[in-house]
């Protein structure tokens, strides 16, 4: 196993783009080097990302979103409910007219999306969820058999820290420059001391976050709207905006420049395999919860996006 991912990482550094990439990243690094507030100062607008959840696609965001979303409901208590006196006959004699109420400013408005496509989508997801029960999750078990979880953390690690430019060239799009500076002080600190980012010692020995960002998420802050909800065979959730986005993403992620060779062809697989492994059982349980697990989907992905957008 070892002697597999080492001919995975050399490969990976002969790639003439990845080298181009990593001096680029190598001068940025110098360049933060010299403004340390930059990378290190509190970022009071924006907080790290909780883990989120997975279900059928092999895209990470539209992965996480279809089951990390649930509605806040909140009632008054009986304690807090105040006992009314009992109506008096002319009270009931003659009705109160009640001009009615506005809605509370308080109030947030459902997250919703327009589905022009959802015959369309409803076959995807279909095709979707028939994929994850009678294909991957078979294989995910077998995976999750043969490799220890740590092992397979370290390998969710190394492709984190493969995407470090897509994240880091969003930072910067979204003006976000202090989480630009984190990403490329995590790239050589997970590249260097982290055994080319199979460990996070960024995280667990200089407490620096990872920041999420790509350019669908670009979009939405600029001010493009989702426009409408599509569902694509094998990745998942997802709508104009978003899908525009992964195209522009795919620029910058590192494995494009391994597209039509045959190192993509294992890399891609295990990458997918291996996330779905740590996040097994968890879209069961959101269709096992929901009426129409395809609306819950869509209404959790159009939520979770949303609020991506919203911690600018």
């Known amino acids: 196993m070892s002697k597999a991912i080492g001919r995975i990482v050399t490969l990976l550094l002969e790639e003439r783009q990845l080298v181009r990439i990593h001096w680029i990243l190598v001068v940025s690094i110098f360049c933060f080097s010299l403004f340390p507030h930059l990378c290190f100062a509190e970022d009071s607008t924006s907080a790290p990302d909780s883990e989120v959840l ?5 895209l990470d965001e539209t992965i996480e979103a279809q089951i990390c979303v649930a509605k806040d409901s909140t009632s008054p208590s009986d304690s807090e409910v105040p006992t009314a006196a ?3 006959d002319e009270t009931i004699k003659a009705p109160v007219e009640t001009e009615p109420s506005e809605p509370s400013s308080f109030e947030e408005p459902e997250e919703t999306i327009a589905d022009p496509l959802e015959s369309l989508n409803r076959i995807s997801f279909n095709v979707n969820d028939k994929f994850y029960f009678w294909v991957l999750k078979p294989v995910v078990n077998v995976y999750n058999a043969i490799l220890h979880q740590d092992v397979r953390i370290g390998i969710r690690n190394f492709f984190s820290n493969l995407t470090t430019p897509i994240r880091f060239a969003n930072c910067l799009f979204q003006a976000k ?3 630009a500076g984190k990403e490329l002080i995590r790239l050589l600190v997970n590249s260097t001391f982290g055994m080319g980012g199979f460990l996070d010692p960024a995280k667990k020995e200089f407490k ?13 802050i600029w001010g493009l709207g989702p426009a409408f909800y599509i569902n694509w065979v094998f990745l998942g959730p997802s709508n104009l905006r978003d ?5 522009g993403d795919l620029f910058l992620d590192p494995r494009t420049y391994l597209f039509n060779k045959p190192i993509f062809y294992l890399v891609r697989p295990v990458e997918i395999v291996n996330d779905t492994s740590l996040k097994i059982g968890e879209y069961e349980a959101l269709k096992k919860s929901a009426i129409d697990p395809y609306i819950a989907v869509r209404e959790a992905y159009t939520h979770y996006r949303q609020n991506k957008i919203n911690k600018k």
């Open 208 to 220: 620096i976050e990872k920041t999420e960002a790509d350019f669908g998420q670009t979009l939405g």
């Open 243 to 247: 899908t525009i986005g992964f195209a």
């Open 54 to 58: 997975t279900a059928v696609s092999p």
């Open 86 to 88: 009992a109506p008096s």
């Open 177 to 179: 420059f202090k989480g």
